[in-house]
């Protein structure tokens, strides 16, 4: 399933950030009040077995990620499904959060992706292939 997210500037004063999921009529549509620039690139990643296990695609797949400030998202798939994920306190990198899993870009040093389980937290790695 494809998300597609187009900026639009609605009046001088809103920023409008739509997504539309191509395979069904769904749109999220986040208004944002004043002159808020939005940056987006995507970054296509792979995954270790472990992040696999935890529900990402087996080879590689893209990640959105969506910074209007204060707010920021990153869009990737996650057991079949695009998840929303929405930025985090993060002592360094950037974290987001989406229901029971945590997604941590700390640059350099790696990409992760975690949630807990019934024997602790269970913890993926990922590795940046390319990036738009």
């Not at 997504?19 to 986040?30: E, G, M, P």
């Not at 990198?93 to 997604?103: K, N, Q, S």
Request: charged residues 20%.
């Amino acid at each position: 399933m494809v998300m597609k997210l187009t900026s639009l500037v609605a009046r001088p004063f809103v920023s409008v950030l739509m997504f539309t999921r191509c395979a069904d009529a769904s749109d999220l549509i986040i208004h944002l009040r004043g002159d808020t620039p939005v940056e987006r690139h995507t970054l296509t990643l792979t995954c270790d077995a472990a992040a696999v296990k935890l529900g990402v695609p087996q080879g590689s797949f893209e990640v959105e990620y969506i910074n209007a400030q204060p707010v920021a998202l990153a869009v990737l798939p996650i057991e079949g499904k695009q998840l929303v994920f929405a930025s985090v306190l993060s002592g360094s990198g950037a974290r987001y959060a989406a229901g029971r899993f945590l997604w941590w870009d700390a640059g350099s040093r790696g990409i992760s992706l975690s949630a807990p389980s019934a024997t602790g937290e269970e913890r993926g790695t990922c590795r940046a292939v390319s990036r738009k």
